[in-house]
Nanobody, 123 residues
Framework: QVHLVESGGGLVQAGESLRLSCAAS????????MAWYRQAPEKQRELVATISSNGLTNYADSVKGRFTISRDNAKNTVYLQMNSLKPEDTAVYYCNADILARNGFTTGRSAAWGQGTQVTVSS
């Protein structure tokens, strides 16, 4: 079984920065793509940024130039550096990872989700 645990959320003012972290644990063999999503109240969950196992990144237009996704493969951790935060960035942020893990005597590949961390940006 694999677990993703996010940290780093909080309450900040517009223009400030936050850094989110998400660490994967369990009987992990490999982690492929990792990503951050967010969900604001009464809105659908949206993709914020992705990073491949070799470091290729993609961003939603709304965060390009302000957010940076990175990963430390040795620590099975993905980060999201968020600068110049805006009130519209307020949401619960979730990490997601495509993981190959041991499952008893077999292996399985699946998408794992963290529990979410709240980011609130005041104006």
């Amino acid at each position: 079984q694999v677990h993703l645990v996010e940290s780093g959320g909080g309450l900040v003012q517009a223009g400030e920065s936050l850094r989110l972290s998400c660490a994967a644990s369990g009987r992990i063999i490999s982690i492929y793509d990792m990503a951050w999503y967010r969900q604001a109240p009464e809105k659908q969950r949206e993709l914020v940024a992705t990073i491949s196992s070799n470091g290729l990144t993609n961003y939603a237009d709304s965060v390009k130039g302000r957010f940076t996704i990175s990963r430390d493969n040795a620590k099975n951790t993905v980060y999201l550096q968020m600068n110049s935060l805006k009130p519209e960035d307020t949401a619960v942020y979730y990490c997601n990872a495509d993981i190959l893990a041991r499952n008893g005597f077999t292996t399985g590949r699946s998408a794992a989700w963290g529990q979410g961390t709240q980011v609130t940006v005041s104006s």
